[in-house]
């Protein structure tokens, strides 16, 4: 089962750490305004920008 | 992952996410003006202006609103007063032919809480952004049209649990966020639905699960019409009906002495659906940023004015109300609203390329749904 969990990690640690960002995001704003506001928009900017620059044709 | 494991997961995922694709594509295009619905009235110019005048300008008490808005609308009775923190000048009144008549049929406006004028908000009653939110809501099909809807939510789910774990043999040899551009508009639309799909996965589970939520609504509230509440008027069971209710005039102070840290959300009168026979409900949030989406109902006997209960909050009721902003996207100011508009533009690039998908996969003489071992 060794490799088949370096295989996980290998392809689920990025992911996980986007899902954990996205999460505090939708959570921090729901805890006050400013700072909070401003954490929930990188947290959300994140996802939204890697999955941008997928879309965009590379040169 | 054994290829026969890969088979299971990848059946599952075809068949919830081509069942509920449709659905999902409706909700996600219908919720995009949605999310700007603000701006969208006040380009429209349905969004009523209150009049500019001293801040030190008296208001009218509840009783003498209650009044003018009967004056507005002879006939009709007050089924709900709604205050509002970015406009404490204004109060939102719904008023219907009797209490009980169901929120569709009722008329909403705007009272001046200084002057006791009506401000028609007619995107409230009707128009563009009322019928985009009927579909995004219901289909028009009442109560049926939401549970499926919160049917093809759930399945929405399953898609994206499914797809997840697919993520993996998919994505063995490859590195985070690869898309291969070069090869075919297959495999450029495969690496895209995958990285997509992973990054927007979070948003796309939590505006799911908050949607299927806000879609039981109905069943919640008539479940919390059944116990708390039942409970809460007990002694009222057999009490005969009203012929007239007390003046609102004191509700709100009545409500603050109870509940201290909070303030008012909105008033239900009584007959209504939030409220019973001999009550008025004042429903009352919590006082710090989190706690606002939770709402505690205090309910004030009708005749008497005397406090019968302050309710406890149901679990259910407590997960309807996060359910809201999490879903409408309206708690981050305006970057959040444009990141949930991005978020939901990119759920439909999901759903469409995993249909292309699909299509470009039953075109191809072997359907074996083995990419994993290529």
């Known amino acids: ?9 290998k392809v689920f640690s990025t992911p996980l750490v986007i899902a954990l960002l996205s999460a505090a995001g939708l959570f921090s704003a729901l805890l006050g305004d400013g700072i909070w506001d401003a954490l929930s928009w990188v947290g959300l900017g994140v996802p939204a920008y890697l999955a941008i620059r997928g879309l965009l044709p590379r040169n | 992952m054994k290829s026969k494991t890969i088979r299971r ?3 599952i995922h075809t068949w919830s996410s081509l069942i509920c694709t449709v659905f999902l594509l409706l909700l996600a295009l219908t919720g995009l003006p949605l999310i700007f619905h603000h701006e969208i009235e006040h380009l429209l110019g349905d969004a009523p202006q209150v009049r500019e005048m001293p801040a030190d300008t008296p208001r009218l008490n509840l009783a003498q609103l209650v009044e003018a808005a009967e004056k ?10 709604g205050f509002e923190d970015d406009e404490p000048n204004a109060v939102l009144t719904i008023m219907a032919k009797t209490a009980g008549t169901e929120p569709n049929s009722s008329h909403t406006f705007m009272l001046d809480a200084r002057t006791g004028e009506a401000l028609e908000t007619p995107s409230a009653n009707g128009g563009l952004m009322l019928f985009i939110l009927r579909l995004h809501v219901d289909m028009f099909a009442g109560l049926p049209g939401k549970l499926l809807l919160a049917f093809m939510g759930l399945l929405f789910v399953v898609a994206i649990i499914s797809g997840t774990v697919l993520y993996l043999p998919f994505m063995r040899r490859l590195q985070f966020g690869t898309v291969r551009q070069d090869k075919s508009s297959r495999l450029r639309w495969l690496d895209l639905h995958n990285l997509i799909g992973v990054v927007t996965l979070t948003w796309a589970l939590v505006v799911g699960v908050t949607g299927v939520i806000s879609a039981c609504a109905d069943l919640l509230i008539a479940a919390w019409r059944n116990d708390t509440l039942t409970a809460m008027v007990a002694p009222y069971r057999d009490a005969p009906p009203l012929t007239r209710l007390a003046p609102a005039t004191r509700l709100l102070d009545i409500a603050r002495d109870v509940a201290p840290e909070m303030n008012p959300d909105f008033i239900a009168f009584p007959g209504t659906r939030f409220s019973s026979e001999h009550h008025y409900a004042v429903f009352m949030k919590g006082g710090t940023h989190l706690t606002s989406h939770l709402l505690t109902p205090v309910l004030i006997d009708a005749s008497t004015l005397q406090v019968t209960a302050v309710g406890e909050r149901p679990w259910y009721m407590d997960a309807m109300g996060m359910s809201q902003p999490l879903h409408f996207g309206d708690y981050g100011g305006m970057p959040m609203k444009i990141l949930w508009a ?3 533009v990119l759920t439909i690039i999901v759903l469409g390329s995993g249909v292309y998908l699909w299509v470009v996969r039953r075109r191809a003489a072997k359907p074996l749904p083995t990419e994993a071992a290529a």
Not at chain 1, 1 to 9: E, G, H, I, L
Not at chain 2, 72 to 81: E, S
């Open chain 2, 342 to 344: 991005t978020l939901d």
């Open chain 2, 9 to 11: 997961w990848s059946f």
């Open chain 2, 72 to 81: 507005h609308r002879p006939g009709d009775v007050v089924q709900y007063f």
């Open chain 1, 1 to 9: 089962m060794k490799p088949r969990q370096t295989n996980f990690w």
